[in-house]
C-alpha cells in the first residue's frame, strides 16, 4: 500500500530564510506526485506535480526515486507563504495525502 | 460560478438527524471524491466515483451515503452520525482517474454533530 509521510507538523522559519519541507513516499510502482497548498480560510490548491518540473511562486520540489522523497523547497521565504502543506501520491489511480505541515513565516 | 461548490458551508446536526451535503463542478469533468479533514487524521478518501459509478469506497461506514446522479454532482446522504464525525468533508473532482490529472477541491462543508 501507498503511504505519504510528513515528518514536521510545524516548520517556523523568519522571512527571507530557506524553507524545506519534507516529504516522503512509500510505493513500489512509478509514482505521481503533488504538493497542494491550503492558505488560511481558503480550499485545498494544487501547488505543484512533479511531472510538469515547474516553480510556482518560488517553491520547486524534485522527485527523488532513490531517497523516495519529494521535498518541497523555497530559497527565500515570505510571509505569504504561510500556510499548510500537503503532499500527495497518486498511486494506481489513488491519491494519498501525508499529514500535512504548517509553515509560518515570520517577519 | 466556476470551480468545485459545496453547500451548505456549516451543518450542525443531531445523532438521529438525516442531511445532505452537496457537490456540484462546473468543471466538466467525470471523475468526483469526498474527502473527510480532521484535526486528528491526514486527509482522507471516501469514495470515488467515475462517470458515475461508484470505484471507490475507502472502508467507510454505511452511516455515510453517497449518491452520484450525474458527473456535475455528488451527494453525502448522512444519517445517525457520531460525534467523531464531526470533521470537514471536501469534495473534489478530476478530469477523470487517469495518470495525470489534477484534483481540484471544493471549500468544504463543516459539519459538526452534537
Known amino acids: 500500500a501507498q503511504r505519504v509521510t510528513q515528518p514536521e507538523k510545524l516548520l517556523s522559519v523568519f522571512k527571507g530564510a530557506p524553507v524545506e519541507l519534507k516529504c516522503n513516499y512509500s510505493y513500489s510502482g512509478s509514482p505521481e506526485l503533488f504538493w497542494y497548498v491550503q492558505y488560511s480560510r481558503q480550499r485545498l490548491q494544487l501547488l505543484l506535480r512533479?511531472?510538469s518540473r515547474e516553480s510556482i511562486k518560488g517553491f520547486t520540489a524534485d522527485l527523488n526515486k532513490g531517497e523516495t522523497s519529494f521535498h518541497l523547497k523555497k530559497p527565500f521565504a515570505q510571509e505569504e507563504d504561510s500556510a499548510m502543506y500537503y503532499c500527495a501520491l497518486n498511486a494506481g489511480n489513488m491519491l494519498t495525502f501525508g499529514g500535512g505541515t504548517r509553515l509560518m513565516v515570520k517577519p | 460560478e466556476t470551480g468545485v461548490t459545496q453547500t451548505p458551508r456549516h451543518l450542525v446536526m443531531g445523532m438521529t438527524n438525516k442531511k445532505s451535503l452537496k457537490c456540484e463542478q462546473h468543471l466538466g469533468h467525470n471523475a468526483m471524491y469526498w474527502y473527510k479533514q480532521s484535526a486528528k487524521k491526514p486527509l482522507e478518501l471516501m469514495f470515488v466515483y467515475n462517470f458515475k459509478e461508484q470505484t471507490e469506497n475507502n472502508s467507510v461506514p454505511s452511516r455515510f451515503s453517497p449518491e452520484c446522479p450525474n458527473s456535475s454532482h455528488l451527494f453525502l446522504h448522512l444519517h445517525t452520525l457520531q460525534p467523531e464525525d464531526s470533521a470537514l468533508y471536501l469534495c473534489?473532482?478530476?478530469?477523470?482517474?487517469?495518470?495525470?490529472?489534477?484534483?481540484?477541491f471544493g471549500e468544504g462543508s463543516w459539519l459538526t454533530v452534537v
Open positions: 473534489a473532482s478530476s478530469q477523470d482517474r487517469g495518470y495525470g490529472n489534477t484534483i481540484y
Open positions: 512533479h511531472i
